[in-house]
C-alpha cells in the first residue's frame, strides 16, 4: 500500500521559513517524480514545485522562485520543501504528490498517481 505522508506545516510570520517533509512507503520511491501542490481555501490545487525522478529536472511555480527549494533523498524516501521569506499569500494546505517516471507535464496534477492526506501552512502577516 502506497502510503505519502507529509509533515512541517505550521503557523510562521511573514517573512519566516517552514521545511516540509513527505516520507514515502510503498512504491519504489527513484522512479517517482515528486511534486508539492499547495490549496488554498476557496481556490483550486495549485502546482508548487517538482524534482524528477532522475533528480535532473526542477520546476517551479513563478510564485515561489527564488524562495523555495525542492529536494529529495533516496536513500530515505523522502522528499522536501524548504520554504524561505514566506507571504501571507503562501498560506494553504500543501500536498505532496508522486508520479511514476514522469518526465514533464509537472504542473498538470492529472499526471500524479498517489497523493498525501496534506500539511497546513498558514503564514500570518
Known amino acids: 500500500q502506497v502510503q505519502l505522508v507529509e509533515s512541517g506545516g505550521g503557523l510562521v510570520q511573514a517573512g519566516g521559513s517552514l521545511r516540509l517533509s513527505c516520507a514515502a512507503s510503498g512504491l519504489s520511491f527513484s522512479y517517482y517524480t515528486m511534486a508539492w501542490f499547495r490549496q488554498a481555501s476557496g481556490k483550486e490545487r495549485e502546482f508548487v514545485a517538482a524534482?524528477?525522478?532522475?533528480?535532473?529536472?526542477?520546476d517551479y511555480a513563478d510564485s515561489v522562485k527564488g524562495r523555495f527549494t525542492i529536494s529529495r533523498d533516496n536513500a530515505k524516501n523522502t522528499a522536501y520543501l524548504q520554504m524561505n521569506s514566506l507571504k501571507p499569500e503562501d498560506t494553504a494546505v500543501y500536498y505532496c504528490a508522486a508520479a511514476f517516471v514522469l518526465a514533464n507535464n509537472y504542473y498538470n496534477r492529472e499526471m500524479y498517481h498517489y497523493w498525501g492526506q496534506g500539511t497546513q501552512v498558514t503564514v500570518s502577516s
Open positions: 524534482i524528477a525522478w532522475s533528480g535532473d529536472r526542477i
